[in-house]
T-cell receptor, first 113, second 113 residues
């Protein structure tokens, strides 16, 4: 298995632009998680899905952030409009169930100038 | 409230000396417990997990952790540190099946020659 796949690996954009991060979970996994990691705040859970349904989005910082999972093999995290404080590494992870061990993707390093 | 606490934000050891990274959790029940490692500019990788089988759990790269219910602890150890062990280590807990994992704030391990 290729593991969790994230794209792009690096993204540099200007403030106000829309950013879309993509994730392909491990085949057969039913839960998918989006995290954000910064030096200041550490690792934060943004949102997670079970069977393509959002279960907890309380970690989404504000309405500029949205996430979708249209099918079992694909998810997106969108930021519109982006701001410099959104600069971080965004990780996607998947697992068989929400309480099982998670497998992380390599992350997307987002820089908003 | 259920929580996980990593007692040290930073641990420094010399190569060849033992490693101890401490983790405590607060819960009335026996949760599932994990340790993850994150090397610089990499995603998180599962080191080991405890799920109510043997209390001493062996993981990858010579690490192990012991679940002590009476102390509500799950400390990570390694007999002899290697330079390649320098990384961020996260203690992770699942308190209720069907809910997301809870990550500790991480411990940075530095290894000097």
């Amino acid at each position: 298995d290729a593991g969790v796949i994230q794209s792009p690996r690096h993204e540099v954009t200007e403030m106000g632009q829309e950013v879309t991060l993509r994730c392909k979970p491990i085949s057969g996994h039913n839960s998918l998680f989006w995290y954000r990691q910064t030096m200041m705040r550490g690792l934060e859970l943004l949102i997670y899905f079970n069977n393509n349904v959002p279960i907890d989005d309380s970690g989404m910082p504000e309405d500029r952030f949205s996430a979708k999972m249209p099918n079992a093999s694909f998810s997106t995290l969108k930021i519109q409009p982006s701001e410099p404080r959104d600069s971080a590494v965004y990780f996607c992870a998947s697992s068989f169930g929400s309480g099982d061990e998670q497998y992380f993707g390599p992350g997307t390093r987002l820089t908003v100038t | 409230a259920q929580s996980v606490t990593q007692l040290d934000s930073h641990v420094s050891v010399s190569e060849g000396t033992p490693v101890l990274l401490r983790c405590n959790y607060s819960s009335s029940y026996s949760p599932s417990l994990f340790w993850y490692v994150q090397h610089p500019n990499k995603g998180l990788q599962l080191l080991l997990k405890y799920t109510s089988a043997a209390t001493l759990v062996k993981g990858i790269n010579g690490f192990e952790a012991e679940f002590k219910k009476s102390e509500t602890s799950f400390h990570l150890t390694k007999p002899s540190a290697h330079m390649s062990d320098a990384a961020e280590y996260f203690c992770v807990v699942n308190f209720n099946a069907g809910t997301a994992l809870i990550f500790g704030k991480g411990t940075t391990l530095s290894v000097s020659s």
